[in-house]
Nanobody
């Protein structure tokens, strides 16, 4: 499966951005999708995950209540709606896919496929 992430950009603190991850290839609906981010000098951090069905999601406390992951299986697209952005959300955001995965997978090494990153910059 191939992944293409988009939607990053510059936002002010308190603002919003929506990222999109478009998947292509065979049987894309068999994959759980996760979003990770990596700031300069920091390790890649789990941000959100959604099950193949789109019925289950997982978000860490750092983004809970601000970020929402959703999927449109007809369009093979997973979205990350980011609201109330903070300067500490600044990072390169990556989407990733795991075959037969679920939302309990939060480590980057657990995902087999990765899209290119999209830069999100939040100014104070």
């Amino acid at each position: 499966v191939q992944l293409q992430a988009s939607g990053g950009g510059l936002a002010q603190a308190g603002g919003s951005l929506r990222l999109a991850c478009v998947a292509s290839g065979r049987t894309v609906n068999w994959y759980a999708t996760g979003w990770f981010r990596q700031a300069p000098g920091k390790e890649r951090e789990f941000v959100s995950a959604i099950s193949p069905s789109g019925l289950r999601t997982n978000n860490p406390d750092s983004v809970k209540g601000r970020f929402t992951i959703s999927s449109d299986n007809a369009r093979n697209t997973v979205y990350l709606q980011m609201n109330d952005l903070k300067p500490e959300d600044t990072a390169v955001y990556y989407c990733a896919a795991k075959l037969w995965g679920g939302t309990r997978y939060t480590k980057s090494y657990e995902y087999e496929y990765w899209g290119q990153g999209t830069q999100v910059t939040v100014s104070s």
